[in-house]
Nanobody
Framework: QVQVAEFGGGLVQAGGSLRLSCSVTGNTETLTSMAWYRQAPGKQQTMVAVLARGGATRYADSVKGRFTISRTDTTYKNTTYLHMWNLKPEDTAVYYC?????????WGQGTQVTVSS
């Protein structure tokens, strides 16, 4: 059974940095991509960054140049990181990790990131 879990959210001042991590365990043989999404209060969930299995990346325009997605794989676990720099109050949201495995999308429970001005 696939499990997705995020770690690393918290409270940070504007201009600060955070690193989120997401571990995916279980049968990940057909993992095609991992991604980060976020949902701010009262807004729809939006894509932040995507990392395809082959290494291609895609970022939301609002985070380009400030966020970086990366990944490490071990025998039993795939871990994706979202490095965030120069954080802004508008980055405040619940951040969700997504893993696309075969035809199925798996989601973590979300981690809160709050950026104070």
């Amino acid at each position: 059974q696939v499990q997705v879990a995020e770690f690393g959210g918290g409270l940070v001042q504007a201009g600060g940095s955070l690193r989120l991590s997401c571990s995916v365990t279980g049968n990940t043989e057909t993992l095609t991509s991992m991604a980060w999404y976020r949902q701010a209060p009262g807004k729809q969930q939006t894509m932040v960054a995507v990392l395809a299995r082959g290494g291609a990346t895609r970022y939301a325009d609002s985070v380009k140049g400030r966020f970086t997605i990366s990944r490490t794989d071990t025998t039993y676990k795939n871990t994706t990181y979202l490095h965030m720099w120069n954080l802004k109050p508008e980055d405040t949201a619940v951040y969700y990790c997504n893993a696309a495995i075969g035809p199925t999308q798996y989601w973590g429970q979300g981690t809160q990131v709050t950026v104070s001005s």
